[in-house]
Structure formats: structure tokens, C-alpha cells
């Protein structure tokens, strides 16, 4: 049965391809890659019409979430394998719950508001998240995957991905893995994910090869690298302010869209 909770540290990394082939060199006997080899993965992310969800994690808050539909490879059917997860991070500790369902449920219920026939706690908090938050597929993402794991603690993990990918159209997880990539070819972005402290060796080996932890969301680095994402805001609400700036405030655009509803009824 697949993992659907999960609660630890995560911190990335930035390797260029030098350093991966030294970096993977160095770990050898003391970490494996697992069964999977290299492997797709593809992703849904969901946000608002605004997407508060995007600009919020750039913000580097002490909370924040995120929603997304997942799978391994590309979905061969409505009755393929995928994953509805939300994502929570708090005080730097990551957290996060995914329920599984057939590609056909999982679309029913996100794009159409048909809720599957599951009921189970991790279900009733993605509800409320989509209670809470009034969002709609927004980008699709896709990377290709090495996952590797301690030989004496296999809860201690790192993930290698390459040609990450992302795009604005065809927001199905069936249509393809295709996208624009949002970084270099020579680049690969490396996660440490530990339920605790750091291995000392770990540590020692990023030290001496001068590998620094980097401030990095995939989506949200797709989000800053796209004006007509980052703008969305000010073009939702552009009639509702009396300014030709493109340098609003969202909240008192907000007040104004509402006190005018409010007035016209429209």
C-alpha cells in the first residue's frame, strides 16, 4: 500500500552536472536509488483565479499549502493510478497527505466538484481545503526523477530531477509530459529529505563539496518566470481600481471589487 502521510524536513539544492557525477561518486554504499529507477512525475497544481496560492509561497510565510493532482508517468486511462495531495509546510517542517484515486475520480472531483465515493480523514481535509480555497487547474508540471535512500535508514531520502518542465495549456495529467523548461540543461535540483537531523556524513560531504541548501518552489519559480501569471491579479481586477499602474495592492483591489458588488449587485 503506498505511503499517504508523510512529515519531514526538506532542503534543496542546486548541483550542476559536475558536481552530480562527484556528488553520486561520493554517496555510493551509503545510499541506493529505489526500485523505480528514473522515473516521470507529473503534477496538477491548483490555485485561485489570482493565484494567492503561488504568490504566498514566494512569500516565504511561517504557513502555507498548496494542492495538487499527481502521478507517476503519463496516465494510460480514465482507471489509471493518481494522487490527490496537499501539501503543508509549517515552521519548516513539510506535511503532507495525498489520497489515492483512478484518474477519472480524481478529475471528477477537482474539475467537476463530483465527489468520490471515500470517505477518510485525509479526504475531509482536502474538502476543506477546497471549501476554503476556490481553485481551478492552473499549471501543469512534470520532472524526471532518481529517488535514492539510505542503506542503514531508509527514511533518510534525496531526489535528483531533471528537465523540469511546466505548462499553461491542456491541464489533464493524460495529455503528455510536455512543457517549457523553467531551468538549464547543466542543472539539477536535489531534495534532502530527512524525518530528524541530518547524517554527519551527509553533512560532511555537501560541506566539502561547497553545496549550499537554495530557496527553490518549482511552481513558484514557473509563477515569478511568467508575466501574464504574475499579472493575473491586476488584470482580474483592473476595472475595479482607478489606476493605470500595474503596482496594486490585491487586498484593496478586493475591497473595491466587493463594495462595488455589494452596490450593483454585479
Same mark, same amino acid.
Given at each position: 500500500?503506498?505511503?499517504?502521510?508523510?512529515?519531514?524536513?526538506?532542503?534543496?539544492?542546486?548541483?550542476?552536472?559536475?558536481?552530480?557525477?562527484?556528488?553520486?561518486?561520493?554517496?555510493?554504499?551509503?545510499?541506493?536509488?529505489?526500485?523505480?529507477?528514473?522515473?516521470?512525475?507529473?503534477?496538477?497544481?491548483?490555485?485561485?483565479?489570482?493565484?494567492?496560492?503561488?504568490?504566498?509561497?514566494?512569500?516565504?510565510?511561517?504557513?502555507?499549502?498548496? /494542492?495538487?493532482?499527481? &502521478?507517476? !508517468?503519463?496516465?494510460?486511462? =480514465?482507471?489509471?493510478?493518481?494522487?490527490? +495531495? @496537499? #501539501?503543508?509546510?509549517?515552521?519548516?517542517?513539510?506535511?503532507?497527505?495525498?489520497?489515492?484515486?483512478?484518474?477519472?475520480?480524481?478529475?471528477?472531483?477537482?474539475?467537476?466538484?463530483?465527489?468520490?465515493?471515500?470517505?477518510?480523514?485525509?479526504?475531509?481535509?482536502?474538502?476543506?481545503?477546497?471549501?476554503?480555497?476556490?481553485?481551478?487547474?492552473?499549471?501543469?508540471?512534470?520532472?524526471?526523477?532518481?529517488?535514492?535512500?539510505?542503506?542503514?535508514?531508509?527514511?533518510?531520502?534525496?531526489?535528483?530531477?531533471?528537465?523540469?518542465?511546466?505548462?499553461?495549456?491542456?491541464?489533464? /495529467?493524460?495529455?503528455? &509530459?510536455? !512543457?517549457?523548461?523553467?531551468? =538549464?540543461?547543466?542543472?539539477?535540483?536535489? +531534495? @534532502? #529529505?530527512?524525518?530528524?537531523?541530518?547524517?554527519?556524513?551527509?553533512?560532511?560531504?555537501?560541506?566539502?563539496?561547497?553545496?549550499?541548501?537554495?530557496?527553490?518552489?518549482?511552481?513558484?519559480?514557473?509563477?515569478?518566470?511568467?508575466?501574464?501569471?504574475?499579472?493575473?491579479?491586476?488584470?482580474?481586477?483592473?476595472?475595479?481600481?482607478?489606476?493605470?499602474?500595474?503596482?496594486?495592492?490585491?487586498?484593496?483591489?478586493?475591497?473595491?471589487?466587493?463594495?462595488?458588488?455589494?452596490?450593483?449587485?454585479?
Amino acid at each position: 500500500m503506498a505511503q499517504t502521510v508523510f512529515k519531514r524536513y526538506e532542503t534543496k539544492y542546486f548541483l550542476t552536472k559536475e558536481q552530480e557525477v562527484e556528488f553520486l561518486k561520493r554517496i555510493e554504499g551509503r545510499m541506493v536509488m529505489d526500485q523505480y529507477g528514473e522515473h516521470n512525475i507529473c503534477n496538477i497544481y491548483f490555485d485561485t483565479e489570482d493565484f494567492d496560492l503561488a504568490r504566498l509561497s514566494i512569500a516565504k510565510p511561517v504557513y502555507k499549502e498548496k /494542492l495538487r493532482l499527481r &502521478s507517476y !508517468g503519463v496516465p494510460e486511462g =480514465p482507471r489509471s493510478k493518481v494522487f490527490v +495531495e @496537499i #501539501k503543508k509546510k509549517y515552521d519548516g517542517i513539510v506535511y503532507k497527505r495525498r489520497e489515492e484515486l483512478t484518474l477519472l475520480e480524481a478529475e471528477n472531483y477537482l474539475y467537476k466538484g463530483e465527489h468520490p465515493d471515500k470517505d477518510t480523514q485525509i479526504m475531509r481535509e482536502i474538502d476543506w481545503f477546497l471549501k476554503t480555497n476556490k481553485v481551478l487547474p492552473q499549471v501543469y508540471l512534470a520532472y524526471d526523477r532518481r529517488a535514492f535512500y539510505e542503506v542503514e535508514n531508509p527514511d533518510f531520502r534525496l531526489t535528483l530531477d531533471r528537465n523540469i518542465r511546466a505548462r499553461r495549456k491542456q491541464l489533464n /495529467l493524460a495529455e503528455g &509530459s510536455v !512543457g517549457e523548461a523553467i531551468l =538549464p540543461d547543466n542543472i539539477t535540483l536535489m +531534495e @534532502i #529529505k530527512i524525518p530528524g537531523i541530518m547524517p554527519l556524513w551527509m553533512a560532511q560531504i555537501l560541506s566539502d563539496m561547497k553545496i549550499y541548501p537554495a530557496s527553490f518552489s518549482k511552481y513558484g519559480y514557473y509563477y515569478m518566470k511568467n508575466r501574464e501569471l504574475f499579472m493575473s491579479a491586476v488584470n482580474n481586477h483592473r476595472q475595479y481600481f482607478d489606476t493605470n499602474s500595474d503596482l496594486v495592492h490585491i487586498s484593496a483591489i478586493r475591497v473595491k471589487k466587493a463594495q462595488k458588488i455589494k452596490k450593483t449587485g454585479r
